[in-house]
Each structure stands twice: as structure tokens, then as C-alpha cells.
């Protein structure tokens, strides 16, 4: 994975308190599979990982975060024209989904890595959307999904805007009224587990994780989550290098561990 | 400029080798840095079976700083050798393992069985990581097993012994001499420091394994007096670590003793700062008047900078 010291073309705020930077990546912006990372440096002593929100035609990445400390607030204050370090394209993404319905569950800053799946699948398979967020000023992206054709679904916590609640009511009437498909899903770990849990073994379901990182590539073994071998037995996945995207199949979650 | 060093009987291009636990085993950075040209890789510590190393979330920033505990996860000294090890060999890397253990016979068991392997120039003993409750930690405080651990590892081995040592300790000095005396042909210092952080939103704390290793530019001036400490109280060379970023970070552990340096957490923020380093560390040498690594390693020991 090289590293690439990539100009910002453009800055947006999509909400309060969220940015997307739109970098000028076109030999990146060419090999990314959607839910890969990117590992950006920021002052301190660590990077902070950020997944890909899409790829433009003009050959751009975009990069959308919420603010949320230290490292985000100065990725915030970037302008077009400044440069970022960033190691990419990290970890595994989505794999290409089998023909069949898709169904795209993203929760807060987890749905940018799904609107690139949208991008990428939304052509080529019957896509499904569906969005949470705390309140309407956090959802992002809606508009975008609507222009490539899509109508997702909102959920909020607080109810304004779209359904008020979490995402598990619309999904497992999805889930009920496709017989099968696939899902697709990033977000909280707790909406993470809901999501898993309501597809069950009977489909494909790939999850984006999130853990905290150090390196970024595999070597210091800071980012893993639990998961079961080949043999059953529980064995720690590098969110890193194995993921972030994973199979339902391979986690454990907290009450299987 | 010579940036040539030698630690012992291992001679180095140069004096920047990858910190143990920060660099994997090599091919992770694939790509990014280029093993053989670094002075040497201190592997991730290995021991006779594998471990399963602490719960996560394992590192927590920290100001200018990085918390870990990762608990020592390895996949075992069998698993090291099928997989792990034909990497470093094929790049011709100059290759430190550290090893780890719970019990004396643990550590003897790792050397001997890597005794056998070609491509291996040196062995490791960590000795000091906070990380794990039992094991490492009473060798790391106690002289009397810490040189106990020596001599069954020298006794295991033909390969060069280097011991790590901690810097949670109250007598650095009496520890260097006894691993010294039992055989050591060089020290390592320092591995990280314990601290601890709490997750204010969760209410708890912040690592897994709760306590954990703090090491970067934080550490530094720690490393610094634990080097020029035990550079003084034994004879056997002295590898430096602890927060180095930059060529004359390097030369400031060379004139505290130490003979060559490890490079570990800077690596995660730029993984091209081993190369950057050793690229500059040639003009950095000249602009302070020193003609090689050899002339500046131990250069502000007493009775030198009085002239
Ligand atoms: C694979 C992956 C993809 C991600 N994609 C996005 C994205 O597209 N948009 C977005 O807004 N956020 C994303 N995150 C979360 C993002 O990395 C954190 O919000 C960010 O690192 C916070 O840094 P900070 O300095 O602003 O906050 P602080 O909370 O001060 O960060 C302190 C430390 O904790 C780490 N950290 C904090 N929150 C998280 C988290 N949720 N996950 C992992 N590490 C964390 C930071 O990296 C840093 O090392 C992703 C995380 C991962 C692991
Ligand atoms: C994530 C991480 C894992 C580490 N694992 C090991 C290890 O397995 N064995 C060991 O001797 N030291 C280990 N260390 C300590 C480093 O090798 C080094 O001594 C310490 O980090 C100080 O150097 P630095 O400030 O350049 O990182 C680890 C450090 C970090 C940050
Ligand atoms: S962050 Fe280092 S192994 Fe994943």
C-alpha cells in the first residue's frame, strides 16, 4: 500500500460539525474498492483512520468525517489547495455482491463507506438504502444517494427526520419482504451487532468495523476485534488488515465471546 | 561518513534498527520501508507457544505520546520460523528476535530452538514489558533473576544476547550489571513506561488490559539518562530507544552511549521516518563535528565535554 501526499480539490460541509475533502487521487481513486480506508496523518502521534466516501469523475476520493476531537478538528481546517499524508488504500473492502437485491444499512459517519458502494454496485444490482443517525443535522449523504436514482430510507433518533428510531425497523421489514439478497452495513458497533443479529446465517452480510488503530497495516496488532477461526475457535481479526470489512460469520459479539 | 556501528559481535550499515512490536515481522510495510536498509528489525516478541495478548482497545494517544497494551500477542516461536522468518531472510535483513517467556526455561526454550535458524543475528530478551502480570515483569525488577534469565538463555545459545531493559525499575545501574555479569553482550534500553488513561465517556479505563506502555517523543529524555546511565556502569555496548523522530534524536542517544538505536512508535505516524533518518543522519553528524557514528557514541560522557 504506497503513501500518496494528495492536494485537497475540494472542502464541503455537508452538515454542522461534518467535512468531506474531496483529494485530487486519480491513480487511487482507480484501484479503491468501496469500505477501504485511508490511514491520514494528522499532528500527534497517530493517524486517524477514515474511510472513502466515493470517487468523482474527475478522479477524486472523498474523505467525510465528523468532528470529534483533536485529530478531525484539524483535518477540518484543511482548504483546497493544502495537501494531506495519507496511507491508502487500506484494509479489505466490500466484496462484489452475488446478483440479487442489496441492502445498504449505514448509521451515522458509517454511511459514507456505503454511499461508495452505492456507487459502485447501484448500476449492476437492485440497491436498498437505509440511513440512522441521532437527529437530521448528522445524517449525511441522503442527497447523494438520491442523485444516482436511490431512495433511502431515514431513521433518526429523535425522530427529525425520516422514521423516528433506530435502523432495526426498517431492516428487518426488508429482511422480511426480500426472501434473499444480501446486506451491506457500517456504523456503531451496537447498530453493528442489531444488524447481524436480524439477517442471521441465512445471508450474506458484511459488516465495516471500526477499532482503534495504531499502524494502520497490519504489523503492531492495536485494532482487533474477536472473531472464530477456521476451526471455531476464537482467534483476534486486525480490523486493519483483515478488515474493516468482515463476514458476520466471523465476528463474535460480546454475548457469543 | 561512516554511518558503520556495531553492537558486539553484530556489525550494522547502520545504527537505526525497527523497535520490537512496532514493525510486525517485516512485510507489513511492505512497500513503505525497505527492511534491508535499515541498520536492523527487532521483530514482535516471540515465545515457545502462542499468546493471546490482552483485550482491546490496546493503544490510547497520549500528548506527544502513545499508551499500548497489547499484551504480547505472538504467534509462537514455530509459527515465527514457517512463516515469519523467510521474509526478513530473503530481504537480507539484519534480524533481532526478541523473545519472551514466562518462566526462565520459556526464554531458554525460544533460544535454542532459533539456534538452529540461519538469518537470525541476534536474540532479544524482553525482560521488561509492563503488559503481562506474570513472567517478564518480576525478571525486569529483580537482578538477581534478570541475570538468572541470562545465563539460561547464554547457555541455550550461540547467538548474540541483547537484554531489554525496563525503566519501571528503581536501580537500572545494579540491573545492567547483572545482566552483564551473567553473559549479556549487550542492553537495550528502555522499553516503555507504565501509565494509564481513563475513557471519560465510557468510565473506564481507556486500555483493555488497564494499564499500559507509554512510549514516543514523551519518553525521550527518560531513554536518554537510562543510556547514559548504564552505558557508564557496564562494558558491553548499549542500544538506545525511546522516542526517537528524528537523525539528531539519534545523535543524542549516541553521545549518551549508546552504540546503535531502535526506532518504534514515530514509524506509525510516517512510516518512512527510518529512511529519513538514516538519510540525513550523515549531515547531522558533520554539522556537530563528528566524522563517523563511532566518533560521536558516548562523546558527552564525563572527562569528554570538559576539554
Ligand atoms: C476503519 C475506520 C474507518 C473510519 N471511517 C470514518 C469515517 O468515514 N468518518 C468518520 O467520521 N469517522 C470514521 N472513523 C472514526 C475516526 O477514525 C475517528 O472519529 C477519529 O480517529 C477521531 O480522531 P480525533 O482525534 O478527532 O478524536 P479523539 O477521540 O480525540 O481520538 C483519540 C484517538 O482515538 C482514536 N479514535 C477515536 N474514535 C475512534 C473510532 N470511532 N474508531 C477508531 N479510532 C477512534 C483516534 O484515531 C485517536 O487515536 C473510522 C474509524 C475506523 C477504524
Ligand atoms: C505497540 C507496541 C508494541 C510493543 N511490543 C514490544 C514487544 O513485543 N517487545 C518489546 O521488547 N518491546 C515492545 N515494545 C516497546 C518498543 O520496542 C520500544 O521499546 C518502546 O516503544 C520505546 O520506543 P519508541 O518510543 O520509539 O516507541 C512495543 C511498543 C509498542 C508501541
Ligand atoms: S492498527 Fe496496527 S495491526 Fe491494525
Redesign the pocket.
Known sequence: MPQFDLPVAERRVPQPEHVELLLEAPALAATLTPGQ?AHVW?PGT?R????F?RTTPEGWVG???????????WLAERRAGDRLDVLAPL?HGFPDPEPGPVLLVGGG??I??LFAAAQRWGKTHPVSVILGARSADALVMADDFRALGLHPILTTDDGSVGERGRVSGPVAQWLARQGGGQVMACGPTPMLAAVAQLVGGGRPCWL??????GCGVGACLA?VVPGAGADGRPEWIR??HD??VLSSQRLLWPQDA | MDVRTAVGAVELANPVLAASGTFGFGPEYDGLVEVRRLGGVAVKGIAPEPWRGNAPPR???TPSGLLNSIGLQNPGVEAFVAEDLPYLRQQGATVVVNIIGRTREEYAAVARRLDREAGIHALELNISCPNIKEGGIQFGHDPGAAGAVTAAVKGATRLPVWVKLSPNTHDLAGMARAVADAGADAISAINTLVGMAINLDERRPALGGVTGGLSGPAIRPVAVRAVWEVSQAVDIPVVGIGGIQTAADVLEFLMAGASAVMVGTATFSQPGAMAAIIEALPGVLAHYGFDSVAAAIGAAHPGRWTT
Do not use: H, N
Open positions: 480506508f494528522t497517530l486517524r483512520p477514515i474511510s466516501s474523505l467525510l468525517f465528523r468532528v470529534v476531537g483533536p485529530g478531525t478538528a484494509g459517519v458509517g459514507p463507506p465495516a468495523y471500526e477499532q482503534r488503530m485494532c480490523v486493519c478488515g474493516p | 493503544v490510547w494517544e
